[in-house]
């Protein structure tokens, strides 16, 4: 459970300066268990130390996985392969992590042994039937609470049979959880969706040495796979360096370099949608590192214009709609967000909650049943907002506040250390 904190954000006048962002969070999620079920020795470097993910690694060490840590954000694994799990002796605590949830429910569903999984609050609040209803046609033994919708899940793991599901939301943590079912049964499993959500799993069984094929629409494993131990290095988190996309662009005479951000198209989007507002980002450097592409983000302040967001841009971007939202707050002109009903089942409502604290220091946002609209142009002023215990709705605010007219105080800003740990401190760093 996060601290609860209170910070108050003073405007600026310029943000200027170079940032690493920290690890990946849904890259470091899959190599702390993807490292786990490889045989052999891997080794991450530049993984988020965020709670989050120290959730999912508690959950393998609980299962046997002997772990070393490295510094900062190094970790030794050592896997036990495919078969070498152990039954957990207590309740695995997937703490706020929706992705720890989700991807283990495929995991343990395959495995020969009993578990039980829980969460915090807002966690055993969100809707988990998504992956228990495609798991259990597919012969899983899965209860949750609420008519097995809700956790805490228990699990009687193994006899699965391969699937073929076309989801209807377009969600890496199902088609993940299928997948990662799917891998350790003898058969083919496919999963469709409407749009295509993040491919890291996909990339990353690849890069473990597993055969995985990502095809417009959706993903298809056959099992039962073998990993291998490898070396992967996390790329920065671009769903982190969205925030400082967004304070580059709104405040004036501004200039930031983000160095080494992840950019798989399938996270993009925040990119696409920034650029089409008129914002200046460019891509620099280039590269790949452990089968994702990573540039260096030059961002400049710039004068932003309303658009329309929605279909397949949305789920390439489903993080960073909160922090869309500020940046639409500073465009000129109307910005509509659709087809973005799943922002309702994030951490907390996003629209509800954008709509609520953007709106409390003057913006003018109104919330659409599958998304929002803002208009532009509105001077902010300061005040105080409440995170809902949400990070990236404490982090949004926290860019707005750059730009408002008067100081703006967040309650509840403890929750920035599932994905963004030294936020607070990079966010200093930068004012001038
Ligand atoms: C994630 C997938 C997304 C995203 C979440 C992380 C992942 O959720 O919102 O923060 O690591 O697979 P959905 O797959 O439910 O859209």
């Known amino acids: 459970m996060h601290k609860y904190e209170t910070r108050t954000i003073a405007p600026v006048t310029s943000v200027k300066g170079e940032i690493v962002v920290p690890g990946d969070k849904s890259i470091s999620h899959r190599s702390i268990m993807f490292a786990s079920l490889a045989k052999g020795e891997s080794r991450v470097v530049g993984l988020l130390r965020g709670e989050d993910c120290m959730s999912t690694l508690k959950i393998f060490q609980a299962m046997g996985v002997e772990v070393e840590e490295r510094g900062e954000d190094e970790l030794i694994i050592q896997g036990r392969g495919i078969d070498g799990l152990l039954e957990p002796d207590d309740v695995l605590d997937c703490g706020n992590s929706g992705t720890t949830m989700r991807l283990m429910s495929g995991i343990l569903a395959a495995q020969p042994f009993y578990s039980v999984m829980t969460g915090d609050q807002y966690l055993r609040k969100r809707p988990m039937g998504r992956v228990i209803d495609p798991l259990r046609e597919m012969g899983a033994k899965i209860l949750g609470r609420d008519g097995n ?3 805490p899940l228990t699990i009687d793991g193994g006899g699965l049979k391969p699937a073929e599901y076309h989801s209807p939301v377009s969600s890496a943590q199902v088609k993940s959880a299928l997948l990662l079912a799917g891998m350790q049964i003898e058969g083919t499993t496919t999963v469709y969706e409407p749009h295509l959500s993040r491919d890291h799993s996909e990339r990353m069984l690849c890069y473990f040495g597993a055969e995985v094929e990502s095809f417009d629409g959706g993903a298809r494993v056959t099992g039962p796979v073998v990993l291998e131990g490898r070396e992967v290095f996390v790329p920065g988190d671009i769903s982190s360096a969205a925030f400082f996309l967004v304070a580059g662009l709104i405040v004036p005479d501004s200039e930031l370099l983000l160095k080494n951000v992840g950019v798989n198209p399938t996270r993009s989007g925040i990119i696409d949608i920034l650029q089409q507002m008129g914002g200046s980002i460019e891509l620099l450097n280039q590269r790949e590192l452990s089968g994702e592409p990573v540039a260096d983000l030059l961002v400049k302040s710039s004068q932003l214009k309303g658009i329309e967001i929605g279909g397949e841009l949305v789920p390439r971007a489903i993080d960073e709609f909160p922090v869309v939202s500020v940046a639409a707050a500073f465009a000129e002109g109307v910005t509509t967000i659709r087809d973005a009903k799943e922002l309702r089942v994030k951490e907390t ?21 599958d998304g929002m609209r803002v208009t532009g142009g509105k001077s902010l002023s300061g005040g105080t907002v409440n995170s809902f215990g949400d990070h990236r709705i404490a982090m949004s605010m926290a860019v707005a506040a ?4 008067g100081e703006v105080t967040i309650e509840d800003t403890g929750c920035t250390s599932t994905s963004f740990p030294n936020f607070w401190e990079l966010l200093e760093n930068i004012r001038s």
């Open 349 to 369: 409502d996003r629209i509800a909650a954008m709509c609520d604290t953007l709106g409390k220091i003057g913006a003018q946002i109104e919330p659409l049943e």
């Open 149 to 151: 919708k809700k956790a």
């Open 402 to 405: 750059l730009r408002a007219s």
